[in-house]
């Protein structure tokens, strides 16, 4: 199966534990015809929505970043492709052994600049 360019990816983050993937595309669909929905669930708190047009899913991170889904205020962004550090996984500080600060493997990952154009870019 062909992976969904990055552009057409949402990440939605700061989601209730009790989310439901019907509550999560009901908000996003306003926007465009999706290709996917999926709510994480261990462990939950964020989902990943898939558009079939870029142009809607740069639509939607504008239109619901900050909103409240499921009665909590999310954070919407663009898929950055790269996974990010799990805050239980961290190694360091205390008694030696740990990373450095400049030689940790968990740097914070940015979503990247996502130019906006009039141009039609379908997703697949």
Partial sequence: MPRVPLDCKIYVGDLPRD??????????????????????????????????????????VRGLDGTNISGSRVRVELSSGKTRPKPWARRGGGGGGGISCCHS???????????????YEPCH
């Fill in 105 to 119: 493997v968990f740097r914070h990952v940015s979503v990247p600049y996502v130019k906006h154009t009039d141009e």
């Fill in 19 to 60: 989310a439901t993937e019907k509550e999560v595309e009901r908000a996003f669909s306003y926007y465009g015809p999706l290709r996917s929905v999926w709510v994480a669930r261990n462990p939950a708190g964020f989902a990943f929505v898939e558009f079939e047009d870029n142009r809607d899913a740069e639509d939607a």
